[in-house]
Structure formats: C-alpha cells, structure tokens
C-alpha cells in the first residue's frame, strides 16, 4: 500500500461544481502539502500545512482551499471549479526533521 | 526567492546515448537539491538528492553532484535505456523558505531502441 494516498485518482466535474480531493499518510509526517502540475510549467505549490492548526497560501492559492483535519489527512477543495484549474493535483510529506518530500500518486482532475 | 532553471527538452536519444540535463539554482541559504522522475501516467519518485556541497547523488545508474560555486546539480547517465523515458525534475528545498520544495518545469525524455 502507498504511503501517501489520494482520492480520487480521476475526477471529471463541470464548471461551476464543488469539488474535493483527499489525502492521508501512513508516514507519521507532520508536514503536507498539495501541489498542482501543468505541462511546460512544472510543479506549484498551492498550500501547504505544518501542523492540524498551522496552514499557509503557496504561490497559486487563489481558487483553492484546505482542510487539515488530522495529522495524517489534509483535504484540497475546488469551491466553484473552472476550466483552467484542469491539472494533475499532488498531495505530499515530509518529516519535521528530514528535508525529504514524498509524494501521492497523483489525482487527475478536468473541469468541463 | 528560490527558483530553479533546467533546460528544456524535449529530449531524444537512442539507447546507450549518454545523457545530462542541466540544472542550475537560486536559493536563500543552504538549500537540499533533488531529481525527481515521473514515468509515463504515474507519480513523482524521488530518483537522487545531495545536501551539501560536493556531495554526489546516485541511483538506477544517475548521478548528479551538489556544486556549489556553479549553483548546479546536473543529471547524468552514461548508457541510457528506453526504460528511463520520463519526466526529470530537478528541485531544491531550503530553510529560507520552509523547506518548501520548488521546481523546475521538468524535462521530458524520450530513449528510442
């Protein structure tokens, strides 16, 4: 089993919808966050969160929120979907000592 | 802030060709660098990483080292396989920031028999 786990795996919603992708870790990790991938332009960090009460804006946070609702869940929600928040959606961890980060396998999600 | 620059692909080579992607960075501090590889349809597997200068990080047969004084962390294998075609991307994580790992936009490689 993964360690680091996302659901779901591939969503399509239409414009205008709600919608929320998971994560949960088995690591014991303190440290996630969720990033989106966008051909030609890498990986971009959306939020991230320190503790169950501590969750900071990345640099794309607009359109975006969270919830960390244990240490080893922290959920990403679309609250009104568009079209150009189509991408791969990455959950991830690291230890609080270790500068290691460890990715889910990845959530695919398309707003039509 | 911290960035990182890799070239651009895409990339082809044919199997055994020697290949190198460059990677040069700008960090506060002493930052962590990284590859990581995304093989076709899956997610981002930590390939390397080195955490002080001159290390050198290795795995699967790729080698990158920690320079310093060029602000690089160039990956390199010397006999390519048509197994490694993927997705390379190189990061850095550096206490000026968290910890937080930046980017860069990824160089896909493409290993023809």
């Known amino acids: 089993d993964a360690d680091v786990t996302q659901t779901p795996r591939n969503r399509i919603t239409k414009t205008g919808k709600r919608i929320m992708l998971e994560c949960s870790q088995t690591?014991?990790?303190?440290?996630m966050y969720w990033y989106r991938q966008d051909p030609g332009l890498g990986l971009r960090l959306i939020y991230y969160?320190?503790?169950?009460?501590?969750?900071n804006k990345g640099e794309i946070s607009d359109g975006y929120s969270v919830s960390r609702q244990a240490q080893a869940k922290f959920s990403l929600s679309l609250e009104s979907a568009i079209p150009n928040q189509t991408a791969l959606y990455f959950c991830?961890?690291?230890?609080?000592?270790?500068?290691?980060?460890?990715f889910g396998e990845g959530s695919w999600l398309t707003v039509v | 802030g911290d960035s990182v620059t890799q070239m651009e692909g895409p990339v082809t080579l044919s199997e055994e060709a020697f290949l190198t992607i460059n990677c040069t960075y700008t960090?506060?501090?002493?930052?962590?660098l990284f590859w990581y590889v995304q093989y076709p349809g899956e997610g981002l597997q930590l390939l390397l990483k080195?955490?002080?200068?001159?290390d050198k990080g290795s795995n699967k047969g790729f080698e990158a080292t920690y320079r310093k004084e060029t602000t690089s962390f160039h990956l390199e294998k010397g006999s390519v396989q048509v197994s490694d075609s993927a997705v390379y991307f190189c990061?850095?994580?550096?206490?000026?920031?968290?910890?937080?790992?930046?980017f860069g936009k990824g160089t896909l490689l493409t290993v023809n028999p």
């Open positions: 991830a961890t690291r230890s609080r000592t270790g500068n290691t980060i460890y």
């Open positions: 690591k014991g990790h303190d440290r």
């Open positions: 969160s320190f503790d169950v009460k501590d969750i």
């Open positions: 960090a506060t501090g002493y930052p962590s």
């Open positions: 080195a955490t002080k200068a001159d």
């Open positions: 990061a850095l994580s550096a206490l000026g920031s968290n910890y937080k790992l930046t």
